[in-house]
């Protein structure tokens, strides 16, 4: 009887060729095995798909789609994660490398820590030519968290691991309504159900400049106040709007 995978990978695929394939050797050679790779190519006019199906040839545990046409963001995630056999659901980015104990490492944590829906870890910011350029410091602990539950800010979403079996059944899903705030508008949504955490070890590289985050709440900050005013009208959102907006009020 073939083993149902314990952690789903979902890779969104878009027009990602110059690094997509160092990104799935990452995953590939995590030391945590039981896992699957879900990679959903969103029309891309590159040669992503070409490579994706190059390394499925090499990777039994990849299983690869393409959408008919451009989706976005929001409804290839949604396809995603439809797609997935897992207690525990992961993601990546296709810029990203993961460390070799990342999966590892957030299993233990949330096996030991049953009260927590989702964990991430700290980054290692490169840019376009691999070099360092910086390592976040994300809050560790759920109170710290829960002030502003912010991509990039409290956490970053691309690095978390989620404990599928303490949501209900339709809560991890991606509202296509909520750019540009996608990835916050899904911990909020999740909040309820279990805590946060983050681990203090930096177990993802990620390529962007962590500036970008504070700049981008500051460029669309009407976006922000929505989604504030949505998340307590639709997910009884417990923050205060002088914790949720700390960030952007620290920079002024």
Do not use: W
Request: glycine residues 4%.
């Amino acid at each position: 009887m073939k083993q149902k995978p314990l952690v789903s990978i979902l890779v969104p695929v878009h027009n990602a060729a110059p690094h997509l394939a160092e990104c799935l050797r990452s995953i590939k050679k995590q030391t945590f095995r039981n896992i699957e790779i879900i990679a959903i190519d969103d029309s891309s006019t590159d040669k992503s798909f070409s490579i994706l199906r190059k390394l499925k040839t090499k990777e039994k545990r990849l299983r690869i789609y393409r959408n008919v046409k451009r989706y976005g963001i929001a409804v290839t995630m949604n396809r995603l994660l439809e797609k997935a056999k897992g207690s525990y659901i992961a993601f990546a980015s296709t810029n990203d490398v993961f460390t070799k104990d990342k999966l590892k490492k957030q299993l233990e944590f949330l096996n030991k820590n049953t009260q927590v829906v989702a964990v991430g870890t700290q980054c290692l910011f490169i840019n376009e030519k691999g070099t360092k350029i910086g390592r976040s410091s994300y809050p560790l602990q759920n109170d710290e968290i829960n002030h502003n539950p912010l991509h990039g800010i409290s956490m970053q979403f691309e690095t978390v691991m989620v404990n599928k079996s303490l949501l209900p059944r339709d809560v991890l899903r991606f509202d296509i309504n909520s750019h540009p705030f996608l990835y916050s508008d899904i911990f909020i949504k999740i909040k309820p159900y279990g805590k946060f955490a983050n681990l203090k070890n930096a177990f993802y590289i990620h390529r962007r400049n962590p500036q970008e985050y504070l700049l981008d709440l500051k460029k669309n900050i009407l976006s922000l106040i929505k989604l504030f005013v949505r998340s307590k009208a639709l997910y009884n959102f417990d923050s205060s709007m002088k914790g949720f907006f700390s960030p952007v009020l620290k920079s002024v």
